[in-house]
């Protein structure tokens, strides 16, 4: 009865329909409890922070000339072939009904936008460089239609971390919350500004780049996103090791009081009683 009236108030009509649209996507009384996603998550979200490790490893490497641009490429391309999956697998259709609805169709749009990061390299490797003027080095800004798809996954990226960030709060992980917050918005700002900026150029050709440019971007650009990709991929790995740790719980509570009148009376047959 309070979910149907918590309904009718999102649905007043003399709200309006903006109103309505925006109360009945930010008010959480009402909804269904969460459902049980442990075990989803306790193996996908460790997955996926894994997956953010890895990346940052790979940035960290090509920004200080460790490795080729083109090998950066083609690890990330790999990994991007198999991301959607781990996030499709953080994103339980389960929880629709305890979300308000713009999850919904967050969780259903998110897994199909992260493919464009591997269509986005393929099509670059496809029809790029086999060119004249490609090769494996050049910037992708060379080539529009990569980064126009990079660009949706990007934004993927951005409605992905929101998205944990609503599940986190019905789950009262705040902890995990705020990371998954506070990547949302670093990604929507200084996330831009590493995408459309030279970083790996500036590290990688050196060519009449004074010293001071190359620690801007390394020092004002690189390493405060690095420092949020850790904290998303905590966050990640905070939801997975919460789950292990509720479902342990829950097994050992199974039995445990026959388990304890057994050791009763293994303790009493030892005193004699």
């Given at each position: 009865e309070c979910g149907s009236n918590q309904r009718e108030k999102q649905?007043?009509?003399?709200h309006g329909k903006l109103m309505n649209l925006i109360e009945s996507n930010i008010v959480v009384k009402g909804l269904d409890p969460v459902a049980d996603f442990r075990k989803r998550a306790k193996y996908w979200m460790r997955l996926g922070g894994m997956f953010v490790l890895a990346t940052i490893f790979l940035q960290f490497v090509v920004l200080f000339a460790l490795i080729p641009i083109g090998v950066y490429r083609f690890a990330l391309f790999g990994m991007s072939l198999f991301w959607p999956y781990v996030v499709y697998g953080m994103m339980p259709a389960k929880v629709d009904p305890s979300m308000p609805p713009i999850y919904k169709l967050i969780r259903k749009w998110v897994p199909v936008s992260q493919w464009c990061w591997a269509i986005g390299y393929a099509v670059w490797i496809v029809f790029y460089i086999p060119t004249e003027e490609g090769t494996v080095s050049?910037?992708?800004?060379?080539?529009e239609p990569t980064m126009f798809f990079h660009a949706i996954g990007g934004i993927g990226l951005i409605c992905l971390a929101y998205w944990l960030n609503g599940l986190a709060l019905r789950v009262s992980l705040d902890s995990a919350a705020k990371k998954f917050n506070l990547t949302a918005f670093v990604m929507m700002t200084l996330g831009t500004l590493v995408f459309i900026s030279p970083w790996k150029y500036v590290s990688y050709e050196n060519d009449g780049i004074t010293p001071a440019l190359y620690w801007f971007y390394a020092?004002?650009?690189?390493f405060p996103w690095f420092y949020v990709l850790i904290l998303f991929a905590l966050s990640l790995f905070e939801f997975s090791s919460t789950s292990a740790w509720s479902l342990k719980?829950?097994?050992?509570?199974?039995?445990?009081?026959?388990?304890?009148?057994?050791?009763?009376?293994?303790?009493d047959k030892e005193r004699g009683w």
């Open positions: 649905n007043n009509p003399s050049n910037s992708l800004f060379n080539y020092v004002a650009l690189m719980y829950d097994s050992d509570l199974e039995g445990r009081q026959e388990r304890i009148r057994k050791k009763r009376e293994d303790y």
